[in-house]
Every structure is written in C-alpha cells, then in structure tokens.
C-alpha cells in the first residue's frame, strides 16, 4: 500500500524552528521526485519545496527561499523539510506528496503548523 506519513509539526513562535518528516512506503522511493506542499487556513494549498530522486537538486517557493531546507534520506525513505525563521504566515497544514509513474498523485494526511507568540 502506497503511504505518505507526515509528522513534526506543532505551535512555534516567529523566529522559530521546526523539522517535518514524511515516512514513505509501498513504492520505490530512491526513484521519485518528493515534494512539499502546505495549506494556509481559508487558502488553496501551494507548493513549498521539491526534491529529485538522487538526493541533490532541489527547488522551493519564493516565500520560503533561504529559511526552509528539503532533505531525503533514501535509504530510510524518509524526506524532510527544516524550517528555520519561522513567520505567522507559515501557518498551515504541511502536505508530503508524490507523483507516481501511473499518474497517481499521494498525499499524506498533513500536519498542522502554527507560528505565533
């Protein structure tokens, strides 16, 4: 069964520091491109950061640039999203996804991060 976990998030103050990880399983993860997406509250979700399959290249949001970091650890199929200076408006729901080569689309079922004093 495929499965995106997400876990790590939490209520931070502005300034702050959070790790999120996504635990992958049911499919060949070292092969697929992962991504992070978030929904803030009343607004459309919108693409955080993405990560290649070999563990380099990666890309991020404008909002994000220079305070959030995507990693992966292949062998723990794990990836991860450090988020560092935290603002209000990082408040959201952070999504793990994939792309399969089937054309499916898997979603994790999110967690919650609130950045307030």
């Known amino acids: 069964q495929v499965q995106l976990v997400e876990s790590g998030g939490g209520l931070v103050q502005p300034g702050g520091s959070l790790r999120l990880s996504c635990a992958a399983s049911?499919?060949?993860?070292?092969?697929?491109?992962m991504y992070w997406y978030r929904q803030p509250p009343g607004k459309e979700r919108e693409f955080v950061a993405t990560?290649?399959?070999?563990?380099?290249?990666?890309n991020y949001a404008d909002s994000v640039k220079d305070r959030f970091t995507i990693s992966r650890d292949n062998a723990k199929k794990m990836v991860y999203l450090q988020m560092d200076s935290l603002k209000p408006e990082d408040t959201a729901v952070y999504y793990c996804?994939?792309?399969?080569?089937?054309?499916?689309?898997?979603w994790g079922q999110g967690t919650q991060v609130t950045v307030s004093s």
């Open positions: 990560i290649f399959s070999d563990e380099g290249l990666a």
């Open positions: 049911g499919f060949t993860f070292s092969d697929y491109r």
């Open positions: 996804n994939t792309r399969l080569i089937s054309g499916r689309s898997v």
